[in-house]
């Protein structure tokens, strides 16, 4: 059974830092791209950033280009979301989720697997 657990996530000012932490076991990690969605209150959940499974290949939303930095490591089953300069409107619970086959993918339905969710908040 994959599991996902995802850690670090807390209460920041806005221009602090987070690094959110993904762990993943169930299944070969490395064979998989992994993403970061966030949903906001009373908002869908969107797309953040995607890894593909050798790294080699790194997309993000618009919104959090230049800020956020999405990273991998094989060896540790671990993905990570290192979060900087965050703002109010970074506010949401965030998501790891573990894609089918290993290429990057921005679409909900690609990932088969999710974390439980670890939240993130950004005061102004």
């Known amino acids: 059974q994959v599991q996902l657990v995802e850690s670090g996530g807390g209460m920041v000012q806005a221009g602090g830092s987070l690094r959110l932490s993904c762990a993943a076991s169930?299944?070969?990690?490395?064979?998989?791209?992994m993403g970061w969605f966030r949903q906001a209150p009373g908002k869908e959940r969107e797309f953040v950033a995607t890894?593909?499974?050798?790294?080699?290949?790194?997309y993000y939303a618009d919104s959090v280009k230049g800020r956020f930095t999405i990273s991998r490591d094989n060896a540790k089953s671990t993905v990570y979301l290192q979060m900087n300069n965050l703002k109010p409107e970074d506010t949401a619970v965030y998501y790891c989720?573990?894609?089918?086959?290993?290429?990057?993918?921005?679409?909900?339905?690609?990932?088969?697997?999710w974390g439980q969710g670890t939240q993130v908040t950004v005061s102004s």
């Open positions: 890894i593909r499974w050798t790294g080699s290949s790194i």
């Open positions: 169930g299944r070969t990690f490395s064979w998989h791209a």
């Open positions: 989720a573990s894609k089918r086959g290993t290429a990057t993918g921005s679409y909900e339905g690609e990932y088969d697997y």
